[in-house]
């Protein structure tokens, strides 16, 4: 009972650093499609459809694989990596943006290639982050009885740790951080909770804390 409290307190901690991620990248992306409604429509849908297909495809892994906490680790891991990638991959957006801008001006082509841009760009590290969910559900909500209130606990976790990385990172991380040591933390934080979740998915991890 006390290792799946300890994936709850990890679960939490990787949804504050998802919305890090999210702050951080609306803010940085906003530099090179602007700042008008559609393009930060564009930059939160494509956030929010990435989070949509990550869980709908974990969500099926879930119950097959036999190892989740592995896989949850496995997860975070990735979701750091990509976090570091992003401060090498965000700036090359300008110029194929250039590029759509002259072709496409004016038109709706134009709305549609910067939300395709958006979409492939953020997908695979949202897509991680969506797998997230079901993966802890499956690992904290093993009882039938009580599973309403356990999946609950989850979602109380996501919600609590979403809500202070969206909070801190607005008020203090950026102002006093700056955006490209505000991404390093977050990865960081993904990497070494990725690191430790994956010792304790092993059978002698798993031993020991219970």
Same mark, same amino acid.
């Given at each position: ?12 901690? #990787?949804?504050? &650093? ?7 990248? $609306?803010?940085?992306?906003? =530099? ?11 930059? *939160?849908?494509? %956030?929010?459809?990435? *989070?949509?297909?990550? $869980? =709908? ?7 097959? =694989?036999? !190892?989740?906490?592995?896989?949850? &680790? ?38 549609? #290639?910067?939300?395709?841009?958006? %979409? ?12 997230? %969910? ?31 990385? $969206? %909070? *801190? ?18 990865? &960081?934080? !993904? ?9 304790? $998915? ?5 031993? &020991?804390?219970?």
């Amino acid at each position: 009972m006390r290792f799946a409290w300890a994936i709850l307190l990890g679960f939490a901690i #990787s949804n504050f &650093a998802s919305l890090i991620y999210e702050v951080a990248w $609306s803010r940085e992306l906003t =530099y090179i499609f602007g700042t008008s409604v559609y393009a930060v429509s564009t930059i *939160l849908t494509s %956030f929010m459809a990435g *989070l949509a297909l990550g $869980s =709908y495809i974990f969500g099926k892994l879930a119950d097959r =694989y036999e !190892n989740p906490v592995k896989l949850f &680790a496995l997860l975070e891991i990735g979701i750091g990596t990509y976090g570091v990638g992003t401060l090498a991959i965000f700036p090359f957006l300008r110029y194929p943006f250039f590029f759509f801008h002259d072709l496409f001006e004016g038109t709706f082509l134009f709305s549609l #290639s910067k939300f395709l841009l958006c %979409f492939f760009v953020l997908l695979p590290p949202t897509a991680l982050i969506g797998g997230t %969910f079901p993966l802890v559900g499956k690992i904290y909500a093993s009882g039938i009885a009580t599973l309403g209130k356990r999946v609950g606990v989850v979602y109380t976790a996501d919600t609590l740790g979403a809500a202070m990385g $969206s %909070f *801190l990172t607005g008020f203090i991380f950026l102002p006093y951080l700056g955006l490209k040591n505000t991404i390093f933390a977050a990865a &960081a934080i !993904n990497l070494l909770l990725g690191i430790a979740i994956y010792n304790f $998915s092993s059978p002698r991890g798993g031993e &020991a804390a219970e």
